[in-house]
């Protein structure tokens, strides 16, 4: 991608955020900000009884960039293992949102994966707790 | 072609403002071209005003290789592109209450474009009253346009900068925030924290966040209000006056108002900023 076409695939993101809006039966629900920013976004996340992730949406407010990337985010993680998400890589993300653009505020880029991430582990920590018990 | 809504606000030169309403009923006049100049590198592409071109920062006016801005003749080939010559009336405009205009505005102003305003408020005023966002990307016929030799009398050097530590009529802004005045932080909260080696700033500094020259609807404060933050940190027209924050574009915010609100005849900006100071050898720092 040129850096005029990593702008439009933002914006088309931004535009037409995919899987927003709450999510009934959520497993995973946690709000993550950036005050500098006013970003605030909510990651909602449900796993599948073999342990894949079959259904996330997000809610929020923030700038281009976060709430760009939070869409993203959401197209990516469909069936993967809690585990798998919280290996992702930042930096990866980074690569695929477009490095130029978003190097500037990685802090946005990142804030879905990172909470999307957060609530994941809490999620994952609460199952084996339960599972020991 | 003025903006005279300005005038109440008390400015030294307030033609160099021109109001959103102003900039609305003026948006067919060939002899103007918008120019939008953000922080944030979508929201051109988002929307923007009918017939704007945009300024990206990041590849339109910074040299490739040197830590520069671009030549001469590169102004010259960019405001030929976007179908400017040396009669347009260049109006800027951008988000963050105009911080990357006056970053543009002061750049232009180097390379000898006078007839230049800035739009009061900026896209948030404009957006706030409801006028409209276009997404065409205009297209205009290049021009022959002749820029002048750089006029460096309103940007410092570091050694500039260097030479004044002692100097008892120079004064020194720092207008980031406390956090990175006090070497908290090197970037704005939220922003990657790299770019200099050390934190602080730079001694004699006073701490005069650029933002505090705006109001919340992103318009400038009035000359009165300007007048009391800047003499209140003894800021005041007879001194020579040099402004800095991190890479030189937030301190461009206090030049224009300085310079042009306030008229003070002698202001510099120290591009170079803290991204050079925090990582020059030897370099002078206070750190409390």
Redesign the interface.
Known sequence: MD?QEA??F??DH??NPRNYGPLEHAQVSLSGG????ADIITMHAHFDQEGKLDAIRWEGEG???SR?AASYVTEIVDGLTAEEIENMSFEDLIEQLGR??V??????ATLALGTLKKGVHEYRMKALAEKTE | MSGTETNHAGYVHPEVLVETSWVADHLDVPAIRLIEADE????Y??GHLPGAVKLDW??DVQDPVTRDFISQKGFEQLMSRWGIDNDTLIVLYGDKNNWYACYSFWLFRMYGHTNMKIMNGGRQKWEAEGRPFVKDVPQYTPTSYKAQPMDESIRAYRDDVAAGLRDPNRRLIDVRSPQEYTGELIH?????QEGAQRGGHIPTAKNIPWATAANPDGTFKSAEELRQIYYGKDVTPDKDVVTYCRIGERSAHTWFALTYLLGYPRVRNYDGSWTEWGNLVRAPIEKP
Not at chain 1, 103 to 108: E, L, N, Y
């Open positions: 850096r702008i439009e933002l914006v931004y535009e950036n005050p500098g920013c700038c281009t960039i760009a130029e653009l190097m500037t505020r990685p802090t946005c | 944030d590198v979508l929201l592409e988002v990041h590849v704005m909260v939220n922003y990657p």
